[in-house]
């Protein structure tokens, strides 16, 4: 891979050339604030909070170190008054429209900012619309279960027509990747609830045990993009360490392709 020249906050570097600017950074220990970036996607650029200053030759400008790739003879600053004013403008604005993320107030509390200077339109609570769910359901999971709706300052996250989603599997992957806690699930009884969205799914049900373990959309799922040699359990974690210490003590092996339970005589 090509390596190439480069500066961040003056000390220069050699790194393979189009490498994320962020990632680079935080390699050499910056402090880059984000929060709609995650390693398992492809960056996005939507909270606007990673802006640093690059100059190449005459040229000075502003822009987001998530998606910006390193080139050759780039100048990259993380720390100049003109990016420390576009993360605060940045922050107040996010603020604004989710007064309830505290990712968000800590950031601004971090920054000395008592309170936003603007008023939105139509707070969303949490959201910030980062779109980490919206990504990680379409381009991990090969699902569009959530989506945005709407534009401008009305514009939101959710199922399709608001509706309960028959796409959704109940994997919580959204849930996961949401920096503010916007998105909340519960397990309750046999129920996977997707509180958020507004999906109930049924639970697939331990078949030695009885006790709930995944979502039968989800094990669906699962089955459908596992090879044909690699077997879905329908155990959950305590019964599926019970049998194979069992069988271990047994002489038995554990390889992928052996079938749980085991086959009866």
């Known amino acids: 891979m090509t390596r190439i020249s480069t500066t961040i906050d003056g000390r220069q570097i050699e790194v393979e ?3 994320w600017a962020l990632d680079v950074a935080r390699e050499m220990g910056l402090t880059i604030p984000t929060l709609c970036h995650h390693p398992a996607l492809e960056p996005y ?8 200053e690059v100059t ?5 400008w502003l822009t987001t170190s ?7 003879g780039l100048s990259i600053r993380t720390d100049t008054p003109a990016v420390r004013r576009a993360r605060r403008v940045a922050v107040e604005l996010l603020w604004a429209s989710a007064p309830d993320a505290e990712p968000v107030a800590e950031l601004a509390r971090q920054m000395g900012l008592e309170r936003p200077r603007f008023q939105p339109h139509a707070p969303r609570g949490q959201c910030i619309l ?53 998105i ?11 509180e958020t969205f507004g999906t109930d799914l049924a639970m697939a049900r331990c078949e030695e045990c009885g006790e709930p373990i ?52």
């Open 17 to 19: 050339r189009d490498r």
């Open 45 to 52: 650029g939507a909270c606007r909070l990673c802006v640093v």
């Open 56 to 60: 190449k030759g005459r040229s000075t």
């Open 66 to 72: 998530c998606d910006l790739p390193i080139r050759e």
């Open 130 to 182: 980062c779109g980490l769910c919206v990504r990680v359901c379409q381009r991990i999971l090969g699902e569009s279960a959530i989506c945005f709706s709407l534009r401008g300052a009305r514009r939101n996250i959710g199922t399709p027509l608001n509706e309960p989603s028959a796409e959704c599997v109940g994997c919580r992957a959204c849930e996961v990747v949401c920096p503010t806690g916007h």
């Open 184 to 194: 909340r699930s519960m397990d309750v009884e046999a129920v996977r609830r997707m």
């Open 214 to 265: 995944a979502p039968d959309r989800q094990m669906a799922h699962l089955r459908q993009r596992l090879p044909a040699h690699v077997p879905l359990a329908n155990a959950c974690s305590r019964c599926r360490r019970k049998t194979s210490l069992a069988r271990l003590a047994e002489g038995q092996s554990l390889l992928v392709n052996d079938t749980y339970p085991p086959a009866r005589t």
